[in-house]
Every structure is written in C-alpha cells, then in structure tokens.
Nanobody, 123 residues
Framework: QVQLVESGGGLVQNGGSLRLSCAAS????????MGWFRQAPGKEREIVAA????????AYADSVKGRFTISRDNAKNTLYLQMNSLRPEDTAVYYC????????????????WGQGTQVTVSS
C-alpha cells in the first residue's frame, strides 16, 4: 500500500508558474513509476506526465511538453511537477499516481492515487 498526498496547487495568473509535490508514504518509493494526471470540469481525466522509478525516463503529453517538468527525489519519497507558462486551459484538479512498471503515457494499472490538488489559472 502506498499513500500519496499532493500539495502546491493554487490560483495563478496566465503565464505564471507553480510546483506541485506528491509525498509518498513508503520507503520503497523508487520501486514505483509515477504519473501526474489532471481532470478539468466536464472532461475526462488525462495523463500529463510520467516518470520511471529511477527518474531516468519520462514522458509528457503534447499539451504540456516544453512547459511542464516531472521529477522525483527518491531520498525524500517525493514527486514533483514544475509547471511554467501556465494557461487557463491547464485549470484542473491534479493527481499523482503510482504503478509498478514504467510505461510512458500508458494510463492503465495505476494502483495508488492521491486526493488531488486544485490548480486554477486565471486569464
């Protein structure tokens, strides 16, 4: 069992930046590939970025490529999402999730989820 807690969301202006964090409960955090997802009102949940357990592999959705950076600090059991050049269409609840094996942007088999953190980008 892995417990995940996101933080760092908030209200930011168009073009601004935020850094989300996801704290994991287990010391075997490095065994898990991680992903950031988001869900906007009235839309399906979508994957934003994913990273392997070691941090050596990562993938991004086209909509955030070049603006968002996923990273992890396994010594601190923490996942990050640096979000720059934010746009109103980035407004959503952002979730972190864990799965056993890194599979780039594949969305299945994420077994553990955080509660989400709201990101709102004003125009």
């Amino acid at each position: 069992q892995v417990q995940l807690v996101e933080s760092g969301g908030g209200l930011v202006q168009n073009g601004g930046s935020l850094r989300l964090s996801c704290a994991a409960s287990r010391r075997t955090f490095s065994n898990y590939a991680m992903g950031w997802f988001r869900q906007a009102p009235g839309k399906e949940r979508e994957i934003v970025a994913a990273i392997s357990g070691s941090g050596g592999n990562h993938a991004y959705a086209d909509s955030v490529k070049g603006r968002f950076t996923i990273s992890r600090d396994n010594a601190k059991n923490t996942l990050y999402l640096q979000m720059n050049s934010l746009r109103p269409e980035d407004t959503a609840v952002y979730y972190c999730a864990a799965r056993g094996t890194y599979r780039a942007l594949e969305t299945l088999r994420y077994d553990y989820w955080g509660q989400g953190t709201q990101v709102t980008v004003s125009s």
